[in-house]
């Protein structure tokens, strides 16, 4: 099975910082590579697929890039509502995997 | 607008079998891959199986083989996980996740029920 490292595990930044979460895959996975934000009690919501793709009605200070197994997500210009955990997962083998998650908090 | 609504909380004793049930409507239900993804409390996302498009055809995690039963009713467009031998480390919020992947990969998950948890105690 691929493993999913992402780090760091938790963040601390300020409004208006920009702010990167770093995940890695155990083997090549192309850029089969989505990123979720999940907000306490609720379900995850995808931002990012295939890497580098932006899902509708995602705001354009979140972005993806990379392909391999290296891979980043950035938030531009972090805004208050953007605190949440999250997570990078692959599909590029079964079983899909999930990191183990970053939580984001406002400095 | 598609939409996916699970059922309600369950608590349940250590041994026994819960079902949990996911309806999706908004898009065309034969077309759906039906994922399933757990969540212990505090910790992270553990994705648990899933029933392809058209063929209804499952696949499981291995750490849940001969445990978990994952079904479809395309009559009523629901889903059902069916888990068995319920320990206290099932205590978890399950969510399942569906992908038109006639549209688009199966392994992206766009749309999420709202979660279901599971309570397991004695």
């Known amino acids: 099975d691929i493993q999913m490292t992402q780090s760091p595990s938790s963040l601390s930044a300020s409004v208006g910082d920009r702010v990167t979460i770093t995940c890695q895959a155990s083997?090549?996975?192309?850029?089969?590579l989505n990123w979720y934000q999940q907000k306490p009690g609720k379900a995850p919501k995808l931002l990012i697929y295939d890497a580098s793709h932006l899902e509708r009605g995602v705001p354009s200070r979140f972005s993806g890039s990379g392909s391999g197994t290296d891979f980043t997500f950035t938030i531009s210009s972090l805004q208050p509502e953007d605190i949440a955990t999250y997570y990078c997962q692959q599909y590029d083998n079964v079983p899909p995997a999930f990191g183990q998650g970053t939580k984001l908090e406002i400095k | 607008q598609a939409q996916v609504v699970q059922s309600g909380t369950e608590v349940k004793r250590p041994g026994a079998s819960v079902r949990v049930s996911c309806k999706a409507s908004?898009?065309?239900?034969?077309?759906?891959?039906v994922n399933w993804v757990r969540q212990a409390p505090g910790q992270g996302l553990e994705w648990m199986g899933w029933i392809a498009p058209y063929s209804g055809i499952p696949r499981y995690a291995q750490k849940f083989q001969g445990r978990v039963t994952m079904t479809t009713d395309t009559s009523t467009n629901t889903a059902y996980m069916d888990l068995r031998s319920l320990r206290s480390d099932d205590t978890a919020v399950y969510y399942c996740t569906t992908r038109n992947c006639f549209s688009g990969a199966c392994g992206v998950f766009d749309y999420w029920g709202q979660g279901t948890l599971v309570t397991v105690s004695s």
């Open positions: 083997q090549y996975i192309s850029n089969y």
């Open positions: 908004g898009y065309t239900f034969s077309n759906l891959g």
